[in-house]
């Protein structure tokens, strides 16, 4: 059996034939034990024999990344999505350096668009991921939450996977370059922009210390504009990028409006909403 395990968290429609043929093509063994967690209402009607299928009613992305690790045996578990999918050469990369080094708090790479700088995604991909382009800033202080490899024992035994917790408490995981997943996830304006919202809301009602209205009020005013100009400059360092996030700047301003909306309605509700709807 592998050292490795893959934890692959999927919300709404799925295809399992074809999340089993990329991680084939991305070079995933057959000994890697390989868990998927979903909704019931989407479980596939056919499993391919690579795969390990869960499922968890009205559960959210948390709760199903710490479904899959669960269920798995390896020493190691990557924690995946299902529109975020390993690359070619990503698998490689990852059993190397554990087999090698194993560093205690596990290590995280790059998230690469699966489609041209032109596509309409581009714009989903900015706002999430623009900061785990390559070539990655030396000095970021965030690591994707959908591209770790850790070690069963960081991951603990919890019912939700936080990538959050897991910084707070003091994990530093090391950058791999080679290390790459690609982000492949659907597009329509309306429902980007409503999960932008439920993100935001999910954010500020979880977080700690909490935030008095005082300081939220203003915040979440100029909270869009800082976050934008954030992508501007993420994305300043490569030349497509930096053409895609001027195409993009209107449909990003309003996402972190959306954003900035939930992020308010947490903090004065405390309440997260429905986290089975959080993808």
Request: with cysteine.
């Amino acid at each position: 059996m592998s050292h490795l395990a893959l934890a692959i968290a999927v919300k709404g429609e799925w295809d399992a034939q074809e999340l089993a043929q990329r991680l084939k093509v991305a070079g995933v063994t057959p000994d890697a034990e390989v868990h998927v967690a979903c909704d019931p209402e989407f479980a596939p009607t056919s499993i391919p024999p690579t795969l390990c299928v869960h499922m968890l009613a009205s559960a959210s992305l948390f709760q199903l990344w710490a479904l899959a690790a669960a269920k798995s045996r390896s020493p190691w578990v990557a924690i995946l999505h299902g529109y975020g999918l390993p690359a070619p050469g990503w698998f490689d990369a990852m059993e190397r350096v554990i087999e090698l080094e194993g560093w205690r708090d596990g290590y995280w790479g790059p998230v690469e668009p699966a489609f041209a700088p032109s596509d309409k995604r581009m714009t989903g991909y900015l706002t999430e991921y623009c900061q785990f382009h390559r070539p990655v800033d030396p000095t970021l202080k965030e690591v994707p939450g959908s591209n770790l490899a850790l070690p069963r024992e960081r991951i603990g035994g919890s019912d939700e996977f936080s990538k959050t917790r897991l910084l707070q408490e003091g994990l530093a995981p090391k950058y791999i370059e080679a290390a790459v997943v690609n982000y492949a996830r659907p597009y329509a304006f309306g429902d980007y922009i409503m999960r932008r919202f439920r993100h935001g809301r999910v954010y500020a009602a979880s977080r700690t210390p909490k935030l008095p209205l005082f300081r939220a009020i203003p915040l979440c005013v100029a909270l869009p504009f800082v976050r934008a100009a954030r992508i501007m400059r993420y994305a300043a360092r490569d030349q497509e990028l930096r053409k895609a996030s001027l195409r993009a700047l209107p449909s990003i301003l309003v996402a972190e409006t959306l954003w900035s909306a939930g992020e308010l309605a947490g903090y004065v509700t405390r309440r997260p909403g429905k986290l089975a709807d959080v993808d």
